[in-house]
């Protein structure tokens, strides 16, 4: 299957979530920002709150498309020792990337949350949404950091993903959720039309648009 672009992957996706959707205890969190796009209509069709969730990947330098590790919002860092050891990767390397991506994590805080606070996980049904699934490595680092704040349920969600990542990721979390599974993964981005980069002006403006729908669903059923 090859998907138009994130907005078509999202409808797909949230074609496989339905039974979640009227709760009021789901969250939908993205990873920006290739995300975003993607969970936003898992959101709007299970009539759930939408936020993100930061983290960045560690590219190895040179190679930024692989991932080396990627650190999050909280500051927990994860390592690929998968690709660390075999290019045998200097502690001193890697702290100079994840230094970088630290960075970058603050810049989105300030972008995309415009003063709002980070949402309530704790006994919350958090779907995890991302526009693909390779490595693994980013996806992973966001699981167990959110499992730090105890969800009641942890579910990752995605369109396209290699069949071994998904494989791995679901003995960390509750449930994986990959309508595309090819056995012949290549990249992410081979299995859509238009790929190209979200930009931040449509991660801010998709999110605002979610959390003033959210607000207008909340006055709609507040008691008079």
Same mark, same amino acid.
């Given at each position: 299957?090859? /998907?138009? =672009?994130?907005?078509?992957?999202?409808?797909?996706?949230?074609?496989?979530?339905?039974?979640?959707?009227?709760?009021? =205890?789901?969250?939908?969190?993205?990873?920006?920002?290739?995300?975003?796009?993607?969970?936003?209509?898992?959101?709007?069709?299970?009539?759930?709150?939408? =936020?993100?969730?930061?983290?960045?990947?560690?590219?190895?330098?040179?190679?930024?498309?692989?991932?080396?590790?990627?650190?999050?919002?909280?500051?927990?860092?994860?390592?690929?020792?998968?690709?660390?050891?075999?290019?045998?990767?200097?502690?001193?390397?890697?702290?100079?990337?994840?230094?970088?991506?630290?960075?970058?994590?603050?810049?989105?805080?300030?972008?995309?949350?415009?003063?709002?606070?980070?949402?309530?996980?704790?006994?919350?049904?958090?779907?995890?949404?991302?526009?693909?699934?390779? &490595?693994?490595? &980013?996806?992973? *680092? *966001?699981?167990?950091?959110?499992?730090?704040?105890?969800?009641?349920?942890?579910?990752?969600?995605?369109?396209?993903? *290699?069949?071994?990542?998904? =494989?791995?990721?679901?003995?960390?979390?509750?449930?994986?959720?990959?309508?595309?599974?090819?056995?012949? /993964?290549?990249?992410?981005?081979?299995?859509?039309?238009? /790929?190209?980069?979200?930009?931040?002006?449509?991660?801010?403006?998709?999110?605002?648009?979610?959390?003033?729908?959210?607000?207008?669903?909340?006055? *709609?059923?507040?008691?008079?």
């Amino acid at each position: 299957m090859l /998907f138009h =672009d994130r907005s078509e992957a999202g409808q797909v996706l949230a074609k496989h979530l339905a039974v979640y959707a009227h709760r009021p =205890d789901v969250l939908v969190l993205a990873l920006p920002r290739g995300g975003v796009p993607v969970a936003f209509e898992v959101a709007k069709t299970l009539e759930a709150p939408l =936020d993100v969730f930061l983290v960045r990947k560690l590219g190895v330098p040179g190679h930024p498309e692989l991932a080396m590790g990627a650190v999050t919002s909280g500051g927990m860092q994860t390592l690929n020792q998968d690709v660390v050891q075999p290019l045998r990767i200097p502690a001193h390397v890697i702290n100079r990337v994840a230094e970088h991506e630290r960075k970058e994590i603050e810049r989105q805080q300030l972008a995309y949350r415009a003063g709002r606070v980070a949402p309530q996980i704790t006994s919350r049904i958090v779907i995890l949404v991302d526009d693909g699934l390779a &490595t693994g490595a &980013t996806m992973r *680092a *966001a699981v167990r950091a959110l499992r730090e704040h105890r969800p009641k349920r942890l579910i990752v969600a995605v369109p396209v993903g *290699a069949a071994d990542s998904c =494989d791995e990721l679901r003995t960390e979390a509750d449930e994986v959720i990959c309508p595309v599974c090819p056995p012949h /993964f290549i990249s992410v981005g081979s299995w859509y039309e238009d /790929f190209r980069q979200t930009p931040d002006v449509t991660v801010t403006s998709l999110l605002a648009l979610a959390n003033h729908a959210q607000q207008t669903s909340d006055s *709609a059923v507040a008691p008079n």
